[in-house]
């Protein structure tokens, strides 16, 4: 993972982490998205992402979060490097095939890591 695009996907997570801690899930949440974004042509990132997001749907007790995000677990391990929806959030009340639009500033660091 190029260098910016590693700080970047850590910095998501643990501005995840922290909205955790503090109980604002929502946030924590869309922190994982982002990070989410920034792993999915990495296997393992992209995996560790999507068990963060299963924690966060144990810990809210969200059920459709923890079965989709079970499924996509399994489906990041083996698929991350195949083919990825562009820009898909990974939760689980989106569709797991469907391209969503980058934020920008994701954008830039996506674009400085496929040009190195």
Request: aromatic share 8%; glycine share 6%.
């Amino acid at each position: 993972m190029h260098s910016e695009l590693k700080a970047s996907y850590l910095t998501e997570l643990e501005a995840a982490r922290v909205a955790e801690w503090a109980g604002d899930f929502q946030t924590a949440f869309t922190h994982l998205e982002r990070a989410h974004i920034l792993s999915q042509k990495f296997a393992l990132a992209h995996t560790a992402t999507h068990l963060r997001m299963l924690r966060l749907g144990w810990r809210t007790r969200d059920v459709r979060e923890v079965l989709g995000q079970s499924i996509r677990t399994i489906a990041a391990l083996v698929f991350s490097r195949i083919w990825v929806p562009v820009g898909n959030t990974g939760r689980a009340n989106v569709s797991a095939f469907a391209p969503m639009p980058v934020p920008e500033d994701l954008v830039e660091v996506l674009g400085k890591a496929r040009d190195q």
